[in-house]
């Protein structure tokens, strides 16, 4: 368990820095229930615009999860911060962390490019916190609760009903895809977890995102890669402003992921992605009529089933709470 050697420099700017990059500092039992929520909230946000671009303005999956990684390389302005080299084999673990985390937007944003988002999300969110749990139990030796397990499995099949789509056919390739990036997230954050137990949560994150940042800048090898992101630098000159616009707040949400992780039952924390999906709901449902990308045929029978799965959402809440 990593234990924090206090070598402060007395000043403000650090001060405020260390509070928001380090749970340790402002611990409290539930904070990493607030930060979750706000985390999914940020991401909710993220998901509609990611649908938006893909369809608009962003041609290839790869050119998105490519500008998500390298934004994530601003974490090298935390460096005066009291960002340390840690020991090799944790700085693997966190390189690998961040590698898994862009294989599965890859992958996460074939799916979304090849088939509606809600039945994309959906399966990804199912898989996800399943594989957490798996994972989880195996290599962190975590075990949960009663009234936790009971409160995953609520939200977990919260999933199913916020995102009920009966004309929709499952095929094999869309299953494939998401149960992919559904695994591949789970690992990340899974070894994520076994990093903050064993360095500070600002060696981890800065770490992890260097990792992302090396295994999308190697992607760039394979030579459609490399093409699709010249491609629409000269295409779409505005494209990169709205990525950065938008995923400025998918970051802020990561690192609130990732602070609720290092906190708190990475199990349980997944398992909220319920949450995520609600908020999607009510985005797109508000948004629809401006965007194509984001409209459903919403019957009172969908509406009825999606209404029932707010409700076991906020029922996994009140049991957390």
Known sequence: MYTY????NYDAGFLLMYWLLTPDFCYTDTMWLIYALT????????????????NKIVSHPFVYAFTIAMLGCVVVFAIPFGVTVIPLTYLLWSLLSGGLFVGALLVLFTAYKLYPVSVAATIVGGAQPIATLVLANIFLGESLSISA?????????SIGFLSYSPKQKIEIKLLELTSL????????????????????????IFWSRIGAGVCALALL??????????QTKQQSPQAP?????????????FILFNMAIATGSVTV???????QFALIFVLSS????????LKENITPKILTIRLIGLGLVALGLYILA
């Open 5 to 8: 050697t206090t070598r402060i």
């Open 39 to 54: 985390s999914y909230l940020c991401t909710a946000t993220t998901s509609v615009a990611d649908k938006i671009l893909l």
């Open 149 to 157: 397990l009971i409160a995953v499995i609520v939200l977990i099949i």
């Open 181 to 204: 990036s559904g695994f591949l997230f789970a690992s990340s954050f899974v070894i994520g977890k076994f990093i903050y137990e064993h360095v500070s949560f600002l060696d981890g």
């Open 221 to 230: 090898g394979v030579a459609s890669y490399r093409q699709a992101v010249l």
């Open 241 to 253: 402003l709205l990525v950065i616009v938008i995923q400025a707040i998918g970051a802020l949400g």
């Open 269 to 275: 924390v997944n398992a909220l992605l319920g949450v």
């Open 286 to 293: 508000l948004l629809s009529s401006k965007f194509v990308a």
